[in-house]
């Protein structure tokens, strides 16, 4: 049934693919990506330090139910995160330190909930990481209905089954599978490029002209 399901056989990207973008930070990632397609401010960084990569097994959930994030736990295969869609809901926190642990024995290496989650005494002491927008003591329900391995949007950023999870502490970005040999070509030439800066400013040598010509061109006064 539409609305309530469990899909199955999604692609996931390739480990190669994913262990490359696992070096780049997500700042330079997101410049790659029009800077249109990261989950913006909302969801950040709960755990204490470290990054995040791997691919998505998405959930969709109805605010305050966390019965499908359940059976996502059950279903994570080694390198998957699993990625959920609860709307920015901050009622009732979603996921806590038992779902996290079972996640983990199962090979999942991170969460990332557009919703609140609790017991960020071990959350926030830990280096496994886990995004959300927002911490709330009280529980969740386990009714229903969701759904798993379907697309998803969080602020705008969508996310199919098995597309790349980036995260790091200035927080998440997916990566679309389909693009993502694009994506990373793109990346690493600004990481080159940014590397080249990084010497020139130690040199004092940092040409600073375009400043200046931008703002005449712009009609700034007093340039």
């Not at 056989?9 to 997101?30: C, D, L, Q």
């Not at 295969?77 to 642990?101: C, F, K, Y």
């Not at 969460?111 to 002491?125: Q, T």
Request: aromatic content about 4%; charged content about 25%.
């Amino acid at each position: 049934m539409n609305g309530f399901r469990v899909a199955h056989g999604h692609e996931r990207a390739e480990a190669s693919m994913v262990e490359a973008f696992s070096k780049i930070p997500t700042a330079i990632i997101s410049d790659n990506l029009s800077r249109l397609v990261a989950a913006g401010p909302t969801v950040r960084p709960m755990h204490r330090e470290g990054s995040l990569a791997g691919t998505a097994v998405t959930v969709k959930t109805r605010p305050g139910d966390n019965l499908l994030i359940h059976k996502a736990a059950d279903m994570v295969q080694p390198g998957d995160v699993i990625v959920v869609d609860a709307g920015g809901d901050l009622t009732n926190a979603l996921i806590g330190e038992l779902i996290i642990s079972h996640a983990r024995t199962r090979g999942c290496v991170g969460f990332v909930v557009n919703g609140a989650v609790r017991d960020m005494d071990v959350i926030s002491a830990d280096t496994f990481p886990v995004y959300g927008a927002g911490v709330n003591h009280r529980g969740p329900y386990k009714d229903g209905p969701g759904e798993v391995n379907v697309p998803i949007s969080l602020d705008g950023m969508i996310i199919e089954p098995g597309d790349i999870i980036i995260g790091d502490m200035d927080g998440v970005l997916c990566v679309p599978k389909a693009d993502a040999a694009r994506v990373l070509k793109l990346a690493r030439a600004q990481e080159e490029k940014e590397r080249s800066i990084q010497k020139a400013i130690q040199l004092s040598a940092w040409d600073r002209t375009w400043v200046d010509e931008t703002l005449k061109a712009k009609g700034c006064a007093g340039v």
